[in-house]
Structures are given as C-alpha cells and as structure tokens.
C-alpha cells in the first residue's frame, strides 16, 4: 500500500474519488482506508473480509504444498532451466482446489452433475465433464503464471487483518467515517456473507450493506456486472 500511495503522490494526486476492490482487491482498498483516510472520499468493498480466516490460510496452505512439492519448483529456482521445465503441474493443482472455492455447489451441480466429458468413460479411465472444466483452467493459467509470484499473493492474503496493529479489527473499523458501500454474495463459500456483516457491523453508520443472490459463488463479483454497474454507479455519484 506504501508504494500504491507514493505512485499516487508522485502522479500529483492529492485525493481520490473512491477506492474499489473485490476479494484481494478489496483488502487493499480497506487498508487504503485505514492508511490514508485523508486521502479517500468513498469507499467500496466486494466479497471480502476484515481479516483473513483460519479456513481462508488453511486453502491458501494446500494449494502453496500443491507448488513447493512439485519438484520441478526446484526450491523457487526454476528460471532458465534447460529443459524449459517448471513446477507446472504444482500450479495445475493449485488452480484446481481454487477454482473448487471460487464457484458453487449448485453450478457445479446444475452444469456438470455426473455427465462424463464428451466420450469418455470415468470407469475406464477418463474423465468426468466436472474434471474436465478443471483441467482447462489449470491449464489457462499453470504457464501464463509465475508460481513463486502465485506463493507470494497466498501469503499476502493469509496476513490480511485490518486490526493489526491498531488494537483489533472492530477499533481499526470504527476510524472509517467516509461512505462505504460493502457488496456481498448470498452464495460465496470462500468469503462467507457474515464476513461482510462484520464489515458493515465494524464501519458502523457511514456502511451501507447490499447482499446479492448468484449461483456463482466468490467470482460473482467479477461476472454478475449487470447486477453490480446501478450499485457501482451509485456509490460513485
């Protein structure tokens, strides 16, 4: 935040209209909030927390193992290696066990059920469409990602907590006296919808909470954007 705040000053911004973020993005637009509260006019929060959860560092966990015990990580030093290898498989299963966070049961249910992909057979060892869906996205991202830069953004979320450092998170909360809309979704299994009630509850009379119904789970705050732009609108008006 200490450089987002010094690139600001040096581009010869004093004040910013708002400060808006979903998930990741939205621990950093609440730490603007807490860092720089003269410099911020609104703020928006989507499908985050106060602090990061047990069940939150414990996802993170898996899926960090999933790439350090992949040896082609090579200890994090695997730039330039020969064979052009890399701890690619490590990121495939790390992908898989997030996308599993980022979305629903009832999508997963609605879309996949028990069907097999296409002609394969799940008991002659293909797989099901449901495994499939997994594999493209483990694909997409295992060689357009940087493993050790996926490390450092689980550990930078595992550490998200509002209240260190200022006494305890409902302290921290209760210094936000500009308009804050917080945005939450009924379905998301990753930042659970109380996590925005804690938010609201934190800010106190400047928060406004706006709950949204989506089978999409936790990447509803980047898919449901016809829901999302009136609110979004709003708050900046």
Same mark, same amino acid.
């Given at each position: 935040?200490?450089?987002?705040?010094?690139?600001?000053?040096?581009?010869g911004?004093?004040?910013?209209?708002a400060?808006i973020?979903?998930?990741?993005?939205g621990?950093?637009? #609440?730490?603007?909030?807490?860092?720089a509260?003269?410099?911020v006019?609104?703020?928006? #929060?989507?499908?985050c927390?106060?602090?990061?959860?047990?069940?939150?560092?414990?996802?993170?966990y898996?899926?960090?193992?999933?790439?350090?015990?992949?040896?082609?990580?090579?200890?994090g030093?695997? +730039?330039?290696?020969?064979?052009?290898?890399?701890?690619?498989?490590?990121?495939g299963?790390?992908?898989?066990?997030?996308q599993?966070?980022?979305?629903?049961?009832?999508?997963?249910?609605?879309?996949?059920?028990?069907?097999?992909?296409?002609?394969?057979d799940?008991?002659?060892?293909g797989?099901?469409a449901?495994?499939?869906?997994?594999?493209?996205?483990?694909?997409?991202?295992?060689?357009r990602?940087?493993?050790?830069? +996926?490390?450092?953004?689980?550990?930078?979320?595992?550490s998200? *907590?509002?209240g260190?450092?200022?006494?305890?998170?409902?302290?921290?909360?209760?210094?936000? *006296?500009?308009?804050? #809309?917080?945005?939450?979704?009924?379905? *998301?299994?990753? +930042?659970?919808?109380?996590?925005?009630?804690?938010?609201?509850?934190?800010?106190?009379?400047?928060?406004?909470l706006?709950? #949204?119904?989506?089978?999409l789970?936790?990447?509803?705050?980047?898919?449901?954007?016809?829901?999302?732009?009136?609110?979004?609108?709003?708050a900046?008006?």
């Amino acid at each position: 935040m200490a450089v987002e705040q010094a690139l600001v000053t040096a581009l010869g911004i004093d004040r910013l209209h708002a400060v808006i973020g979903g998930s990741m993005g939205g621990m950093r637009a #609440l730490e603007w909030a807490l860092m720089a509260p003269h410099r911020v006019e609104r703020l928006v #929060l989507l499908a985050c927390g106060p602090a990061a959860t047990a069940e939150q560092i414990a996802l993170c966990y898996a899926q960090s193992l999933a790439l350090t015990l992949d040896p082609a990580f090579s200890g994090g030093d695997y +730039y330039g290696a020969e064979d052009g290898n890399g701890p690619w498989k490590g990121m495939g299963a790390a992908r898989r066990m997030a996308q599993i966070t980022y979305r629903t049961r009832a999508e997963l249910r609605e879309r996949f059920g028990r069907t097999y992909q296409e002609d394969e057979d799940p008991l002659a060892g293909g797989r099901y469409a449901v495994e499939s869906y997994l594999d493209h996205h483990a694909e997409k991202l295992a060689h357009r990602f940087d493993a050790n830069t +996926y490390l450092i953004l689980c550990r930078a979320m595992d550490s998200h *907590d509002a209240g260190r450092g200022r006494g305890s998170v409902r302290q921290a909360l209760a210094t936000i *006296d500009i308009p804050t #809309l917080v945005v939450g979704f009924e379905s *998301d299994r990753l +930042y659970l919808i109380d996590e925005q009630v804690a938010l609201v509850e934190g800010i106190g009379p400047n928060a406004t909470l706006v709950r #949204l119904d989506s089978t999409l789970g936790h990447d509803a705050f980047l898919l449901e954007t016809e829901a999302l732009d009136p609110l979004l609108r709003s708050a900046l008006s």
